[in-house]
């Protein structure tokens, strides 16, 4: 960084900008700290306790207060610019003071405050980014998606394992351990980790669970796990966020986070009332394999007979696909 | 060339450039006309049939729903408009071949009045798509949670191939499918098909799955 350059001797020692350098960094300092607390006790008080997604899970709550602590942070710096570029546009203007110093130190920089403004910023971001991180897989888990093997997991030996299938344009839910049924619904136990295993039929669907802090994408022939914990029970809206197709749009539903014991006799009812369409289902498997086949057959997960008897789409079947 | 040329040329392309915006706006802004029922002794008849080619321009070759109009006239649509808090009554009559669905899920019927439809008369509540003729579409309004599949025909069979395929005819064979459902407040409802059925296009969605008036449209609830 540039060292401050001798001052010309046809140049002013110091130019004569108002009062003296410390009045107006004391100034600024004093208008910067007073403004950034009462941006950062607004935000806490007012905005705080509603920023989204809310407080419905262990991962929403977590991503919430993430955000909260990022605009905590980041008040004071966007304050700091403002009052530092406002109190240069009042105090320094050219009808009071004259004209910008051209050629004179004043207009070299300032190696001390370029450094400081670099290093505090870079430190700021680096902990952010690092708080950022932990926040949202601790203690359960990331909601965004790990892939197949998860790096970070609950603590919970035994979640709630939910199948996520994205199809062109509706999700369904699998419960692998109520018999694998599979249907529109989406309930929740309240307090109980849960495990989506999201998945795709077709093409690239994204399932965004808004309140509950989830959104992990579903890709065809893999299996993308995402854990959150409820902790509220209410409704929730499960979203695509992935453009796929006309009906993108309408590719949404409805949620339900129930009492442990509500979720029970739901599941156990509708694994009784699905059971005839259940038995017709592939056996439940963390992926299925698709054909690119569709009206001729297509079947998943098994790839076999009498499945696929036509290659249609132009996509090469796989072997023993008929 | 000369200016008489140069300004010739010009008016021509500028023309031409004009004719195809003309065109494409058209295009983009067609909408199929929408089929309105009003309420006998309080309920709505929906009549509609599927058929494995519509057999007209643009698309001959896509596969389509036809919707009849209270004057027994098929129209091709995908728009149809019922009162608000009405039984709707839906008749589809199922002129394609079926196969064995991507995902047996949507094998079972969903959301309509006694969980239950009738299939040439006979109440069912699941098809097995893997055996038979398998299941050839289905008709879903995802948002209201129902969802009938549609017995396939045999492939093998004289299918009709251009729209529209009269119900009281024997030449063809096709599938009567009924069921009914309570309409709900006034508002747009997207329904369509969710078999795969698409001839030609990757995953079967493309085409005329993804075309307002061909496999899917809008329950106008007024």
Same mark, same amino acid.
């Given at each position: 960084m540039t060292a401050e350059a001798p001052t010309p001797a046809?140049? /002013?020692?110091?130019? /004569?900008? &108002?009062?003296?350098r410390a009045t107006h960094w004391l100034r600024l300092l004093i208008l910067w700290v007073v403004i950034s607390v009462a941006a950062d006790v607004v935000w806490i008080k007012l905005v705080g306790p509603h920023v989204p997604p809310g407080r419905m899970t262990d991962m929403a709550t977590g991503a919430a207060f993430d955000f909260n602590v990022l605009i905590v942070l980041a008040l004071p710096v966007m304050v700091g610019v403002w009052v530092y570029m406002l109190y240069a546009v009042i105090v320094w203007r050219a009808s009071k003071v004259g004209p910008d110093p051209v050629a004179t130190r004043f207009s070299r920089g300032s190696g001390t405050v370029e450094w400081t403004w670099i290093v505090l910023t870079t430190v700021l971001v680096l902990f952010l980014a690092g708080f950022g991180t932990y926040e949202l897989v601790q203690p359960g888990g990331s909601g965004g998606g790990q892939g197949p093997t998860p790096i970070w997991t609950p603590t919970t030996s035994s979640p709630l394992q939910v199948q996520v299938i994205g199809q062109q344009w509706k999700w369904t839910y699998r419960y692998p351990q109520f018999g694998g049924f599979e249907t529109n619904e989406l309930l929740l136990p309240v307090n109980q980790t849960v495990a989506f295993n999201v998945t795709s039929l077709d093409v690239i669907h994204s399932y965004w669970a808004y309140q509950l802090g989830v959104k992990a994408d579903a890709n065809p022939g893999y299996n993308n796990v995402a854990f959150t914990t409820p902790i509220q029970t209410g409704y929730f809206v499960v979203r695509c966020a992935e453009l796929c197709g006309l009906w993108h749009g309408a590719m949404f539903n409805e949620g339900r986070v129930v009492s442990a014991a509500a979720f029970e006799s739901w599941a156990k009812a509708t694994e009784r009332q699905l059971a005839e369409n259940t038995a017709l289902l592939p056996a439940y498997a963390p992926t299925y394999t698709p054909d690119a086949? &569709?009206?001729?057959g297509g079947y998943y997960p098994d790839n076999k007979d009498p499945y696929s008897p036509v290659e249609m789409y132009g996509a090469p079947q796989p072997a023993g696909g008929g | 060339m000369g200016k008489g040329g140069r300004l010739a040329i010009t008016i021509v392309v500028l023309a031409l450039a004009a004719v195809g915006i003309v065109f494409s706006v058209k295009a983009l802004l067609y909408t199929p006309s929408t089929v309105v029922y009003t309420p006998t002794n309080g309920q709505v008849n929906v009549t509609m049939q599927t058929v494995g080619s519509y057999g007209h321009a643009p698309n001959p070759t896509w596969v389509s729903y036809l919707t009849e109009n209270q004057q027994g006239q098929w129209v091709h649509t995908t728009l149809w408009q019922v009162p608000a808090h009405t039984r709707v009554n839906v008749t589809i009559y199922q002129f394609d071949s079926g196969s064995p669905l991507r995902n047996q899920q949507i094998g079972q019927v969903t959301g309509t009045l006694g969980k239950s439809a009738t299939l040439n008369g006979a109440t069912f509540k699941v098809i097995n798509s893997n055996i038979g003729n398998g299941i050839g579409h289905t008709f879903s309004i995802p948002t209201l949670g129902i969802s009938v599949p549609l017995a396939g025909n045999s492939g093998s069979a004289n299918l009709c191939?251009?729209?529209?395929?009269?119900?009281?005819?024997?030449?063809y064979p096709h599938n009567t499918i009924t069921f009914s459902f309570t309409s709900p407040g006034p508002g747009n409802y997207p329904w369509q098909c969710f078999v795969p059925c698409a001839l030609g296009f990757l995953y079967g969605n493309g085409g005329p799955m993804q075309t307002v008036g061909y496999m899917g449209g809008f329950m106008k609830v007024v």
């Open positions: 046809s140049e /002013p020692a110091a130019a /004569p900008r &108002g009062e003296g086949n &569709g009206a001729a | 191939a251009v729209a529209p395929c009269s119900p009281s005819s024997t030449a």
